[in-house]
Structure formats: C-alpha cells, structure tokens
C-alpha cells in the first residue's frame, strides 16, 4: 500500500526558508486524481490545513498562509515539496503530508516531522 | 477561514455513546457533503474515521457514524471503548476550494 514520509531540517531560523520534503512509496504519485498534501499541528494544539497540489497542478493554500506558502511535485523523485518562507515561532509544528482522495479526505498520512524555529 | 468549532472534551462511561458536534457555516460544513472526521492518539498521525459525512474507510469500526444537518456535522461513537480515548477532529471543503479543520475535542472514557 502507498506510504507517505517526510522529511527535512528540524530547526529552522526565524526569517528564513522551511523546506519539506515528501516521498511517496507503494505507488506513483502521477496515477490518479489525487490531492497531495500538507498539514501541520503546533506542539499541543489542533490541526492545521496548509494546502495542496492536485494531480493536474493546481495548487490551492490556505489563505492565511497563501503568501508564503509553495507547494510543488517532482515526478522523477515520487516527493511533493513544501516550502514556506519567512518563518517566525509561530510556525513551531509537526509538519505532516498526505494523500487525498478528496480534499478533505486524506489517507494515508505520514507519520509526521517536528520543525522547531529557533535562532 | 476560521476553524470549524468543536466542544474541547466529551466524556463517557464505556458502553455508553457520546456524540462529537461540528460546526461551521454555510461556506463550508452547509455547503458541501464533504466533511470528515479524523481520530488522533497522542504522538501519532490523523487517521481517517469518517469520510463524505457518513462513509466509513474499510477497517473502522462501525460503532463510528456521522451525520449532518445544516451547518453542522455530528460524530457518534456506539459502544464507546477504551481505545476510543483520543482526540478528534472534523474537517471540511470550503468554498475557497480549500479545507479547514475543527478546534478538537478530546474523548474521555471514565
């Protein structure tokens, strides 16, 4: 079955670039309709939907984080990327990716990846 | 967007059913049959419970069921068990062709 991790630095300072990185493995991650996505949760509170690319390319974010937000696929690699810019403590989460069939119906998950902003 | 309001915590007795309310507004839980329902132990990843209002994922429970009437969800768990005790989490498609999800709640089984 298709599995999903993530993975990338778990410190970033504050002002600069938080990259992620997600490998799909147990399929490609071109076959289907599918919403490839990001999602993360601050040490101790909810979830938070960060946004997604679509099987065709569209990419559609959350609008309170629209403005730093990029998500991208890399085909050759089966990973879709996430990259969110100027980083302040606020953006402390797990950081997690997922496969959805709809928008709001995501699984599986990864199993998720704590990104601490610190100096 | 705002986040879809849950009750912070329900509790019950094991056997008995509690129900978990989500709500939000005519953009998104009212507008669309796509609301979700996710279950979360402590240090692990979302997993789905509830998908499309009252869709089941093959492997859960059917003592799991949801509903909707107007701008809010439900989640009832039957037969409440000791390894329900979670946290629980709604999630809707919203107008902006975005997803949102609820504040939480905590299950508690006394």
């Known amino acids: 079955q298709v599995q999903l991790q993530e993975s990338g630095p778990g410190l970033v300072k504050p002002s600069q670039t938080l990259s992620l990185t997600c490998t799909v493995s147990g399929g490609s991650i071109s076959s289907g309709d599918y919403y490839w996505s990001w999602i993360r949760q601050p040490p101790g509170k909810g979830l938070e939907w960060i946004g997604y690319?679509?099987?065709?390319?569209?990419?559609y974010y959350n609008p309170s984080l629209k403005s730093r937000v990029t998500i991208s696929v890399d085909t050759s690699k089966n990973q879709f990327s996430l990259k969110l810019s100027s980083v302040t403590a606020a953006d402390t989460a797990v950081y997690y990716c997922?496969?959805?069939?709809?928008?709001?119906?995501?699984?599986?998950w990864g199993q998720g990846t704590l990104v601490t902003v610190s100096s | 967007q705002s986040a879809l309001t849950q009750p912070a915590s329900v509790s019950g007795s094991p056997g008995q059913s509690i129900t978990i309310s989500c709500t939000g507004t005519?953009?998104?839980?009212?507008?669309?049959?796509?609301v979700s329902w996710y279950q979360q132990h402590p240090g692990k990843a979302p997993k789905l419970m509830i998908y499309e209002v009252s869709n089941r994922p093959s492997g859960v429970p059917d003592r799991f069921s949801g509903s909707k009437s107007g701008n809010t969800a439900s989640l009832t768990i039957s037969g409440l068990q000791a390894e329900d005790e979670a946290d629980y989490y709604c999630s809707s498609y919203t107008s902006s062709s975005t997803g949102v999800f609820g504040t939480g709640t905590k299950v508690t089984v006394l």
């Open positions: 997922a496969r959805g069939t709809t928008v709001t119906t995501l699984d599986p």
């Open positions: 005519s953009s998104d839980v009212g507008g669309y049959n796509y």
């Open positions: 690319i679509y099987y065709s390319g569209s990419t």
